[in-house]
């Protein structure tokens, strides 16, 4: 069977945990601050705050743009639910905009006609790592006084217009879930150039507590700790952190890889009508955190039963992205929502399998196997 995705990780990674597991530090210690300095460096961004997942660093990214009950917050239906359900952490109502047919990602101008005097920020998706107009959203937030945030749980190692994804706007939100690029078995990031919301966001993710964990144990004299709000515990482990530098080290070899699988499916597929493939304009790189392919209309054989007979053949699959609001937490709250092409595009796409590595037969072998059910021999 080949599997959807795989995470890349190595004895190098197993090694680093045994060690780190051996120092008994092993939460908020020298490595989470080793990590956290390395991957603001990595992506360009002044400060990077480390947390146990994107959805967490989600929710903190929205107290920290001070985004609270009441308040509205534009993102798109057609990503993974955690994204609006960030939003519904604070009390604010999500309010879905269309995505681009090609690209999957925030529509600006659908973005723009939904902005009301609520509307307090944007949640930027960079879809399955392809990034989003960036300085479009920034202009349009900057228009209206609103906040961007960035949702690019799926796009580390993405770049847009020559700057790594986390170093473009004040708050970035990156997940380490092994779904994606590299993988802390659960993890994640807020990459932002405000010193304000780095102390801040450090401050709710262990609790509110004024003295972190290493400042006191390194202290010659006893402080006590005070809880100055009310914080959660967001906190990323040593031992993932011991993981992390190691799978950061080999993110950009990870994503050249990728995007050679990635080349390979397009060169094996660009011919064939009635797909669309993705597509990567001048400006912009994916780290191709998946491959997703759209079935148009004209195409012989339907989204499922192209999966079922893939799967039937030892090729797992994926439905392409999901929207949130045809889901049942929400189905009901946004019965009247008209989301055509995000719809459309959920319905009509399929991910295959990418994962480094990936051997050169496994990749023969799901393209043949594609275009055995697609191409319908004319007679
Ligand atoms: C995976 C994902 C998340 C959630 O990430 P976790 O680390 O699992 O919390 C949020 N948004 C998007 C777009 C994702 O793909």
């Known amino acids: 069977m080949i599997p959807i995705a795989k995470p890349y990780l190595t004895a190098e990674e197993a090694q680093a945990a045994y060690d780190t597991i051996l120092t008994g530090w092993i939460t908020q210690g020298p490595k989470v ?19 146990s997942n994107c959805t967490t660093a989600l929710h903190l990214a929205m107290i920290v743009a001070g985004v609270k009950a009441g308040d509205e917050v534009i993102c798109p239906s057609m990503s993974y639910v955690a994204t609006a359900n960030s939003i519904k952490y604070v009390g604010a109502k999500p309010v879905f905009a269309e995505v681009y047919p090609k690209t999957y990602n925030l529509d600006v101008e659908d973005t723009e006609r939904k902005i009301t005097s609520r509307t307090k920020a944007i949640l930027l998706v960079h879809q399955i790592g392809m990034p989003a107009d960036i300085n479009a959203f920034q202009r349009l937030a900057d228009k209206y006084n609103l906040k961007l945030i960035e949702d690019a749980a799926c796009a580390a190692g993405s770049a847009y217009q020559g700057g790594k994804i986390g170093s ?39 609790h509110g507590m004024s003295v972190n964990d290493r400042v006191r144990h390194e202290s010659a004299k006893v402080i006590f700790e005070d809880h100055i709000e009310v914080g959660y515990n967001y906190r990323m482990t040593d031992i993932q952190a011991a993981v992390g530098i190691k799978q950061l080290e080999k993110l950009d070899w990870i994503v050249e890889e990728r995007r050679k699988i990635a080349m390979q499916y397009h060169e094996a597929f660009r011919y064939i009508d009635f797909i669309r493939l993705p597509t990567e304009e001048e400006g912009y790189f994916s780290n191709y955190q998946s491959y997703s392919i759209y079935l148009k209309d004209t195409c012989p054989i339907s989204r499922n039963e192209l999966m079922q ?11 392409g992205i999901m929207t949130a609001h045809r889901e049942t937490a929400y189905k009901t709250e946004y019965a009247d929502a008209s989301l055509p092409v995000s719809e459309d595009a959920a319905d009509r796409s399929i991910i295959l399998p990418l994962y480094v590595p990936m051997s050169s037969e496994d990749v023969k072998k799901v393209i043949e196997t594609f275009k055995s059910h697609v191409l319908v021999p004319v007679f």
Not at 199 to 206: T, V
Not at 309 to 319: F, S, W
């Open 33 to 51: 601050a080793e990590f956290e300095e390395k991957f603001a460096r990595y992506t360009g961004a002044k400060y990077a705050v480390a947390v």
């Open 168 to 206: 473009h706007s004040e708050l970035v939100c990156f997940s380490l879930h092994p779904r994606k690029v590299i993988s802390t078995g659960d993890g994640g990031f807020i990459t932002t150039n405000r010193e304000d919301y780095y102390q801040r966001m450090k401050l709710l993710r262990q």
């Open 309 to 319: 007979k893939m799967l039937d053949e030892g090729v797992a699959t994926r439905r």
